[in-house]
């Protein structure tokens, strides 16, 4: 299982509408994200003792440094989320590349290994696998394609594959505009992400989770995370690990081998 956290702030918003910009109760959403929830999320996962990997906006790691430096002070993963949160296929190839290297550039501040690039709404363009396997990366997660990771065909990159079903922002997004999208309890998101997940493990697949901090942050949904993974880490042959550990199990030619679940606090060491 790979437990990830889409760290998008204020960029988030800014390339949904620049206008928010000037919107501070807007904002203050993403604020809530950041200086509350992350903390907290950050104490849930040291609790817990399962490693994460976060992926990043590069502005908001510019904004947010402290938090970076907590994140990567408590071995988690650092991942690349665009500089902005505009998707790559609103961009022409030399923009993209310019946006991958201006992510890169601050992230490496605080980390010396950024080797997973997850788009903005994982909308990539037909230039993006080419541009981050140019650059370095060694995976990327953002196809809906499998239950298993794979090499990409003509790259070498990894693909940790995702889906909307274990992802929160489908189920607790809320649209003030049009009131077409209402948000979900807890209880009914906790039932079908473990639907979902006893049958991807049943498969012998990867669980990728993708939660962000400032929809998942809401006390009530951070207990229910917290139940969740427990849950989890109580079942037996359950791998939690960073992305990139992942990414570096396919690469081996012999399968990863699967730690204990209750070795799981080992993991972040």
Do not use: K
Request: with cysteine; glycine share 8%; charged share 25%.
């Amino acid at each position: 299982m790979a437990l990830t956290v889409d760290f998008d702030a204020e960029e988030l918003w800014l390339a949904e509408d620049p206008a928010n910009a000037a919107r501070p109760g807007v904002l203050s959403q993403a604020r809530y994200g950041a200086q509350i929830a992350v903390p907290r999320l950050l104490e849930m996962l040291d609790r817990l003792g399962i490693p994460a990997t976060f992926f990043v906006c590069g502005g908001d790691a510019e904004r947010y440094p402290g938090i970076l430096e907590s994140v990567a002070g408590r071995g988690h993963e650092i991942g690349h989320h665009g500089f902005t949160h505009r998707s790559p296929h609103l961009m022409e190839r030399d923009e993209e590349a310019a946006e991958l290297e201006r992510g890169l550039t601050v992230l490496r501040r605080f980390t010396d290994r950024v080797e997973g690039y997850r788009s903005p709404s994982w909308d990539i363009s037909p230039n993006t696998l080419d541009l981050l396997a140019g650059s370095g990366f060694r995976y990327s997660s953002n196809m809906m394609d499998a239950i298993t990771p794979y090499t990409h065909p003509g790259h070498d990159l990894v693909e940790i594959p995702v889906h909307w079903t274990l992802d929160d922002a489908p189920h607790f997004w809320f649209d003030a505009t049009s009131w077409d999208r209402t948000i979900r309890s807890a209880r009914e998101v906790a039932e079908l992400w473990s639907e979902e997940t006893s049958a991807i493990h049943e498969d012998g697949g990867l669980v990728t989770l993708t939660v962000h901090p400032q929809i998942i942050g809401r006390p009530g949904r951070l207990r229910m995370l917290e139940t969740f993974l427990t849950s989890l880490r109580e079942r037996d042959g359950i791998w939690f690990a960073r992305c990139g550990e992942i990414a570096g199990a396919v690469r081996d030619t012999a399968p990863a081998t699967l730690p204990a679940a209750g070795d799981a606090a080992g993991a972040l060491s």
